[in-house]
């Protein structure tokens, strides 16, 4: 571990700080403590705005631009430590790249192409119980779905349920709906019947591109988060499918586009090109556009929220 000195920055622009935090990095620094002025002397200023404290000014930054700034320069903000007031040390440690998420399932040795995403794959680790934005933009898709009691649900790529949870404790009105789940993970499938076995959870051990000889009829709400645009899926092709054959005349749909990468325990926000070191949301945008305007198309109002999932919600309007 390289052990550097805290450095006080009292005064320092962002531009000084980046390019502080670059140089340090580039000559292999392990960890990288700073003193900055506590937030908290600073309540209700914007970033770089002064604050005056014992007859001296030091800069103000909310604690989230120093959060986004460990977030774009890959590294991780380790709990503030309290100085002397009015100062607090920051200190920032480089995440290790090769426990990108991504890297980790293109080298795991998973049985199949179908257990890429298996109960015991890297992926298991990510819970989005956990992240507080896709709860709250889950939430609020579902109130805008206005969805009838009793009504079934289908989820394309359930793995282990987490998005089961999500809807009976999002959504009381499906309390007493019928849940469908497909996926193609026999081990992540095993997980998500333990966690519901009940028979009106039904799971079904399948390739989506099969999904029109699974025999399911029609839904109130088709969901499919993060699995649209896996490889082997024509996420347009499936799009269609779902209109067209599976969806009530009022049915709804939400389908979620991944925007983040977790990298060594953290999230970064923004879609990559592989090796891009900042977002690159090209592809995304053009998917999420897509989808878009075949919904609109199709009679469904559309709108499009979240932050490391994009959520497109296609819903009927309330009737008159
Ligand atoms: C990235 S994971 C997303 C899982 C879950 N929806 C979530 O957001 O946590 C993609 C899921 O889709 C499944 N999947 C990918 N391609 C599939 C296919 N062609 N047919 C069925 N399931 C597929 C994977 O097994 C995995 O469970």
Known sequence: MTLAPTVRLAHASLLEILALLDERLAAGATSISLEVLDPEFGRGRCAGEWVEY???RYLHRPFRVWVDLAERRGLRLLTPRVRAAPLIELT???????LELGALLRADDAPSRS??????????????????????DLAD?????????????????????????????????????????????ASALAVCRARFPEPRVELHHADVATLGSLGLGRFDLVLSIGTLQSPGIDGSALLRQIVRDHLTPRGAVIFGFPNCRYVDGEVEQGARMRNFRQPELGLLVKDVAFFRRYLQQHGRQVFVTGKHYLLVTGVVGAPD
């Open 54 to 56: 014992d007859g001296q």
């Open 92 to 98: 920032f440690e480089p995440l290790d790249r090769s």
């Open 115 to 136: 257990e890429r995403y298996g109960a015991d794959s890297p992926f298991a680790r990510v819970s989005k119980l956990e992240d507080p934005g896709f709860v709250l």
């Open 141 to 185: 898709a579902l109130e805008r779905a206005l969805l009838p009691s009793g009504a079934r649900v289908l989820d394309l790529g359930i793995n282990t349920g987490d998005e089961f949870v999500l809807l009976r404790a999002l959504a009381p009105v499906l309390a007493d709906a019928t849940l469908v789940g497909v996926d193609h993970s």
